[in-house]
Nanobody, 122 residues
């Protein structure tokens, strides 16, 4: 599976961005998908995940109520709508895919996409 993330950029605090992740190489609709982020000097952390059908989503407490993960299986694309952005959301965001249905975590990722940088200015 090849994953290509896009949509990062510079935004002011309180602003919004939408990240996209285009997938190819395997039946996208069979994969659990998610987003992770890594801020400078910090470990990579879970942001959000979505099951194969889109019926179940999970969020880190730090983004709950502000971020929305979604997918379009017809377009082989994963999304992350980020609203009310804060400076502490600044990080490189990476999309990820898992063959497992278990709760998505760093150690359970089978495929990683390259990251896209999100910078939130205060």
């Amino acid at each position: 599976v090849q994953l290509q993330a896009s949509g990062g950029g510079l935004v002011q605090s309180g602003g919004s961005l939408r990240l996209s992740c285009a997938a190819s190489g395997r039946a996208f609709g069979s994969l659990q998908m998610g987003w992770f982020r890594q801020a400078p000097g910090k470990e990579r952390e879970f942001v959000a995940s979505i099951n194969w059908s889109g019926s179940n989503t999970y969020y880190a407490d730090s983004v709950k109520g502000r971020f929305t993960i979604s997918r379009d299986n017809a377009k082989n694309t994963l999304y992350l709508q980020m609203n009310s952005l804060k400076p502490e959301d600044t990080a490189v965001y990476s999309c990820a895919a898992s063959l497992s249905t278990a709760r998505l975590r760093v150690g359970a990722v089978d495929y990683w996409g390259q990251g896209t940088l999100v910078t939130v200015s205060s």
